[in-house]
């Protein structure tokens, strides 16, 4: 049941460029994303989220933009940096409002310097 | 800053032993959580919990399995009979009052079934 999908494995980028990472979605009713970071023996950690209101969310280098049409969000940092190398996990709250998160199966994410 | 505290990092079981999984939530959240990664996949939800009962499990979380808060500052997860297929890294989640607030990891408990 992959009602919330990372397509792409992993991703290689150049410090100083920009990361793109995408996400995309089956279930309409989902309303709230939120995207993870994770380095290995450690737990995710929340970097940023958007609303179904609303179409962009900017904090700092990270951006996250939703195309409800498409089901369909994606993650921009600029400018990438080495620090930024660990996986990003795209997730969205489940329809029951109990807070129960659905993830994506993750993006590894690898910026050289 | 406030941080949600997983104990321990690693355990060692034999098959058909009983482990409990402790977790520390950030003291003034009020639902919690319990996800499970196995290695290579993705991170999946155990259990949701507030109010002091369960308000929703996956088809992971049978009758093996349990939740306890004991008091006001403790979350455990208990396996009553482990198996080789519940080794895993298992996380702690606590999460603020509000309808959409974002949940707060502990760093996992690494879970090996011998």
């Known amino acids: 049941d992959q009602q919330v999908k990372q397509n792409s494995p992993s991703l290689s980028v150049q410090e100083g460029r920009i990361s793109i990472l995408n996400c995309d979605y089956t279930?309409?009713?989902?309303?709230?994303f939120l995207w993870y970071k994770k380095y290995p023996a450690e737990g995710p950690t929340f970097l940023i989220s958007?609303?179904?209101?609303?179409d962009k969310n900017e904090d700092g280098r990270f951006t996250v933009f939703l195309n409800k049409s498409a089901k369909h969000l994606s993650l921009h940092i600029v400018p990438s940096q080495p620090g930024d190398s660990a996986v990003y996990f795209c997730?969205?709250?489940?329809?029951?409002?109990?807070?129960?998160?659905?993830f994506g199966q993750g993006t590894t994410l690898q910026v050289k310097p | 800053e406030p941080e949600v505290t997983q104990t321990p990092s690693h355990q060692v079981t034999q098959m058909g032993q009983e482990v409990i999984l402790r977790c520390v939530p950030i003291?003034?959240?009020?639902?919690f959580y319990w996800y499970r990664q196995i290695l290579g996949q993705k991170v999946e939800f155990l259990v949701s919990?507030?109010?002091?009962?369960?308000?929703?499990k996956s088809e992971i979380f049978d009758d093996q399995f349990s939740v306890e808060r004991p008091d006001g500052s403790n979350f455990t997860l208990k396996i009553r009979s482990t198996k080789l297929e519940d080794s895993a890294m298992y996380f702690c989640?606590?999460?603020?009052?509000?309808?959409?607030?974002?949940?707060?990891f502990g760093q996992g408990t690494r879970l090996t079934v011998v």
């Open positions: 989640a606590s999460r603020d009052r509000g309808r959409r607030t974002e949940a707060f």
């Open positions: 279930n309409s009713m989902f309303d709230y």
């Open positions: 958007i609303s179904s209101i609303k």
């Open positions: 997730a969205a709250y489940g329809s029951s409002n109990t807070g129960k998160l659905i």
């Open positions: 003291s003034n959240h009020l639902y």
């Open positions: 919990f507030y109010n002091n009962e369960i308000s929703e």
